[in-house]
């Protein structure tokens, strides 16, 4: 079954060129079985927003939302996830496992620093994993701080040293690897998926099975488009 664990809609992040039932439907149409919304929740993004911190998150959950419904229209499952740059600096982390409360509950978590981001995971459940630490702009964090990296980034506009990043996890056996396609764009379709041999409905299952490495990156095969 084929994934998509990192994707952007135009309605949450305005680096992404395809609205939310677009995105879903092309997914669906390539036999997609789910995707993760990893939407950009950052300082740039929130400050288009007016209102209060959570009047910002509630609005920038109209992306995952119009993809949620597209999804339950078209029978392919649509996930909540998120990617958060936090004010301190400009690294970028995806969070997988957990709902949109997440945000809701904490507004302003992009003020934290990256260990209180990883405490406040911890107590969701869920799972801290840097993207593309090695990309032009990032560095590789502390690897007590998060869960682990996305080893292989498929976004073809960026310099990602997916090489490095991988390296990188080598020295840490014990952090989960993952593949996205960073799609932001048509022709991002499926060029970092990810395939997961069994059915997942809910964010903590999908957690749950990136603990258990029962999957296969886009970069475990010699074709970076799983077929």
Not at 98 to 124: G, I, Q, S, V
Not at 151 to 169: D, W
Request: proline share 5%; glycine share 8%; charged share 20%.
């Amino acid at each position: 079954m084929k994934w998509e664990l990192h994707a952007h809609t135009a309605e949450s992040s305005r680096c992404s060129l395809v609205p939310a039932s677009g995105l879903v439907a092309r997914h669906a149409e390539a036999g997609f079985s789910g995707i993760v919304i990893t939407d950009h929740y950052n300082l740039y993004n929130l400050s288009y927003r007016p209102g209060t911190p959570l009047e910002q998150a509630l609005s920038w959950l109209g992306g995952y939302e119009k993809a949620r419904e597209a999804g339950e229209r078209l029978g392919l499952t649509v996930l909540f996830g998120v990617e958060i740059t936090l004010a301190s600096g400009t690294n970028d982390y995806l969070v997988y496992g957990t709902e949109p409360d997440f945000l809701t509950d904490n507004p302003a978590l992009y003020e934290l620093d990256l260990p209180a981001l990883h405490a406040l995971t911890k107590r969701y459940h869920a799972l801290l994993i840097q993207a593309h630490p090695n990309r032009e702009y990032c560095s590789p964090a502390d690897p007590a701080d998060v869960d682990g990296y996305e080893v292989f980034n498929g976004n073809p506009r960026q310099e990602n040293r997916n090489g490095l990043t991988a390296a990188l996890a080598d020295k840490n056996p014990s952090h989960i690897r993952i593949s996205g396609s960073d799609y932001h764009q048509i022709t991002d379709l499926g060029t970092g998926c990810t395939e997961i041999p069994s059915d997942v409905h809910t964010s903590a299952q999908l957690a749950d099975i990136l603990r258990s490495g029962a999957f296969r990156r886009a970069s475990d095969s010699a074709q970076v488009r799983l077929s």
